[in-house]
Nanobody, 123 residues
Framework: VQLQASGGGLVQAGGSLRLSCAAS????????MGWFRQAPGKEREFVAA????????LYADSVKGRFTISRDNAKNTVYLQMNSLKPEDTAVYYC?????????????????WGQGTQVTVSS
């Protein structure tokens, strides 16, 4: 599946952004979808993931209560609503698709990746 992420930008601390990831293909609802992020000099880290149709969701502790992942299978799109943003949320955000049967937090479990969208939070 091909993925196209969008919605990044520059925002002040405390602000909000909504990322979108549009997917190609007819089997979108069968994929677990995840969001990851990578800051300069750091490893790629898990942010959130959502299962295909049942709606099982997993969040990293660092974003729990501030970020919300959702998907619209009719539009082949997964979203990441980010509220109460902090400077430490600054990173390139990537969406990814997995054929696994359960939600995963490890990058190696994902088969396809989008190109990334930059999120910068100023203090």
């Amino acid at each position: 599946v091909q993925l196209q992420a969008s919605g990044g930008g520059l925002v002040q601390a405390g602000g909000s952004l909504r990322l979108s990831c549009a997917a190609s293909g007819r089997t979108f609802r069968s994929y677990v979808m995840g969001w990851f992020r990578q800051a300069p000099g750091k490893e790629r880290e898990f942010v959130a993931a959502i299962s295909g149709s049942v709606g099982n969701i997993l969040y990293a502790d660092s974003v729990k209560g501030r970020f919300t992942i959702s998907r619209d299978n009719a539009k082949n799109t997964v979203y990441l609503q980010m509220n109460s943003l902090k400077p430490e949320d600054t990173a390139v955000y990537y969406c990814a698709a997995s054929k696994a049967m359960v939600v995963l937090a490890t990058p190696t479990g994902y088969d396809d990746w989008g190109q990334g969208t930059q999120v910068t939070v100023s203090s």
